[in-house]
């Protein structure tokens, strides 16, 4: 028998990827595998995309409609990207060249939610799914799917598509088997019951994916790894923003509102996001937990020295080196980390119960705590809002994090006015810069702008932010959250005219 | 035994207003009960405000900080407010005197989910709290509390303040004993479980608060109503947004998302609100049910005639008739109504479970569907988002409603960019003025923009709408979601220049 595909149906329907693309049609509502760049298909999309280009070169439209997880890779986005196959793409995205294509205004994104994405499919809102592709690790005796390196949205796709077509990557280690734990506990409202989930560790579904056999279309043998690239060290800025961070939670320990245990991390993707991880070790942490979404390299490093003693999420997004580390113990981590999926490592009735410490990036937050996590200059969107609303709202704290300035000093990290809001004054407790942090928690907005502009503006920004706040005070319409709204965004049209926020 | 006062000790705490407010002293946090208007203390704070007042005119400063529900009435807020007594105030609230104050920057005002408010006090993150003003129906031989018109955070503020006051208001209906539903299962995390409520009827609760008999430092007697003023019968443009939402709700059961019985409604208080609620009766809708935070007169009716078989909320808000019929036939609607603690009412894990159909009123929305509930021209509260943000990024459909204009067409309630955002574009599904509805599921911020102009708008507006989209389309910095940044709150400033946005 064929060691990833154990069960003699499925295995009948190999075929190549360009045979299994040719199933897809324009008009379709395709959806993907793939979350933070793992565990997406690697063959057909590519062989799709191809077709594509011939279709248009031969003067016929060939576009789709595309879900997935979150971001996949330049395999899948980029290739489909370039091709202009994408009619509209949602919820989550990374790749340069599909980015630049939403921001030339090519491609329909629609940014949502990561934990609504499933249950809206459900719903019925984004209508009928016509074809699933999924990368598995195998398939079993039963049919049934060991899942890959990520698992986002698979079951849903599966359930829920009219065919099936299966990637079977044999690059993805066969030691995954076991490490997921698939929940089909779901229901539509007004049929729901409480997720039975208590603590990180709770296993509450099964290891497999079903899928009904008789939608499968397609299986496809692939050997390709996931494509991440080595993550940067931490560099002195992120390393501060983390110090800041490791201040403020010794704080909470003092006064008793969390244990040297703190509760369980929630931590987005980046370079600060690796800087606070790694400082959590250096701070001498031993024991935490994390339920978050997704594994880089650092956590599996604080997992190895004790430092988080376990962590759930819906998906690995490692390096080669992290990748390696990985399947070299990775009967160490099978113990360590579960992949759920994204309906439950983002849901908000979780996130809530275990009291998620929620750490995430952001682009800019306004004197008023308003942050924008989505949107420079409040329309280019840089990737989404991925799960950061999901754990925020729900979290025990909301903490965003980001450098005081960009590119050089000419953006500011704290602006009078957030060009896009994300995240509202009503969702954010702590902000960090490299400058320091301010705890908003109990804050009116007034309180709130003072302590965001003295704790976190870099000194080039200080002072315009003090005047601006100042003259706010004096004349804007309602003196509750003042702002002038003449010069609110002014900041930002500054930026585009000369290029430097301060000029 | 007292009627009302049916235990021995407390019996003997009784005192006069004067003496219990006279127990409160500059700079403590005085948590009091009290929920859109109803179940607030009667006598105390009236008595308080008399003593700040006397304390201010010798020189002496006295203030305190305030939380309660949400908004009181003039008896609580207006007095308290009038009297320079309040250092700072949460969650919402609606009283004019208050609001204008807060408006004019005199007092510090802080705007919270009401999900938030009692879980952020368990968390230590508004400080101690010095002493609890409660409001009851009566106290029984075993000091146990029979909850009073609003139950709000009252148990938390029992179960946290160092000392109580107890106001027994003999005015409050003794039929509304067995009404509510206290639920004491909560916990700090890690040591939360899963909430056990499946359906808005179910009782996971008892019907009567508990309270540590020791820190009991004063009974009040009163005998005055909840000052709640008749609601206006809804006007045309109210009704022809009710007819909008009752089309759309059409489409939705055509199309299979919902059944004729709906999903759990929430309804935001006011008078687009009532007209919604008596268009569902006109619409000959039978058996629904309600998970909601506020009973109105509206919902009364409903209940009446059998458009809603059940309802599960957190206060009633009443009229004076409103407050006769209820008397009248209070043991009909025992069987009907549960009321229940506010972290409960508008618990994210339970109205996601419900899949609550989420009805609330804006101040505006933008054309990507971003939504401002609180400041009017950015700047100036109104109330506050109160649980808006629970019910519409949790339930199953979230809706907004609003006149297309208001101030005799001087303001647009769509416009290019929201002065403030509650509601994030990830948050919104439906918006509806009397123009029409815009339904955003499944649609990219340009193809909202489109949409949201072409249904929404005021005809005054629309090509104002269309020009700006479209010069913004060609020129802005990016072209996911298109802005002018120097003209995207132009809106704004010309109305408080001109005092209308058209010129």
Request: with cysteine; glycine share 10%; proline share 4%.
């Amino acid at each position: 028998m064929h060691d990833r595909i154990r069960h003699a149906g499925l295995l009948e329907k190999r075929m190549s990827a360009e045979a299994a693309a040719a199933l897809i049609k324009p008009g379709m509502t395709v959806a993907m595998s793939g979350f933070t760049g793992a565990g997406y298909p690697k063959s057909v999309p590519q062989a799709l995309a191809e077709q594509m280009e011939k279709a248009h070169a031969a003067g016929t439209d060939f576009q789709i409609k595309i879900l997935t997880g979150a971001s996949t890779a330049p395999e899948l986005d980029g290739v489909l990207a370039k091709a202009g196959g994408m009619e509209l793409r949602l919820p989550y995205m990374s790749d340069p060249l599909l980015r630049k294509r939403i921001n030339d205004g090519e491609i329909e994104y629609m940014d949502i939610h990561l934990s609504h994405v499933a249950q809206h499919a459900w719903f019925g809102f984004y209508g009928d799914i016509n074809i699933a592709i999924i990368e598995v690790v195998g398939i079993r005796e039963d049919g049934s799917l060991i899942p890959s390196s990520s698992v986002g949205n698979n079951k849903t796709w599966l359930d829920m598509a009219d065919a099936v077509i299966i990637e079977v990557n044999k690059q993805q280690s066969a030691g995954l088997e076991g490490m997921h734990d698939v929940y089909y506990g779901t229901a539509l409202p007004p049929f729901r019951k409480p997720i039975m989930l208590n603590h990180p560790e709770d296993r509450i579904g099964q290891p497999y994916m079903d899928v009904d056999l008789s939608k499968v279309i397609a299986v496809v043998e692939t050997d390709a790894p996931d494509r991440l690239s080595a993550f940067a060290e931490p560099d002195a800025v992120s390393n501060q923003i983390a110090d800041h961070l490791l201040d403020f939670l010794d704080g909470e320990i003092k006064t008793g509102r969390m244990t040297d245990k703190l509760l369980p991390l929630q931590s987005g993707v980046g370079n600060i996001a690796n800087a606070v991880l790694a400082g959590l070790s250096r701070g001498g942490y031993r024991g935490l937990k994390a339920y978050t979404e997704v594994i880089q390299d650092g956590m599996l490093g604080l997992i190895k020295d004790g430092t988080i003693a376990f962590a759930s999420a819906t998906s690995f997004s490692l390096s080669e080196a992290g990748i390696a580390e990985f399947n070299k113990h990775v009967d160490f981590y099978r113990e360590r980390i579960v992949l759920r999926t994204q309906e439950i490592s983002n849901h908000p009735e979780l996130i809530r119960r275990l009291g998620c410490v929620a750490l995430n990036g952001m682009i800019e937050a306004d004197i008023y705590g308003n942050v924008n996590s989505t949107n420079v200059v409040g329309s280019h969107v840089m990737n989404g809002i991925g799960g950061s609303g999901d754990f925020a709202r729900n979290g025990f704290l909301s903490v965003f994090m980001s450098p005081s300035v960009a590119k050089e000093g000419r953006i500011s990290g704290i602006v009078p006015f957030a060009s896009h809001v994300d995240h509202t004054e009503h969702d954010t407790m702590l902000l960090i810069t490299e400058q320091g942090y301010a705890d908003l928690r109990g804050l009116s907005p007034k309180q709130r702008a003072r302590l965001i502009t003295e704790k976190l503006a870099h000194p080039d920004y200080k002072p315009m932010l003090e005047d601006y706040f100042e003259r706010a005070l004096r004349d804007s319409y309602g003196k509750h959250t003042p702002h002038l709204m003449g010069e609110a965004l002014s900041w930002h049209q500054r930026y585009i005219e000369t290029g430097d926020m301060r000029l």
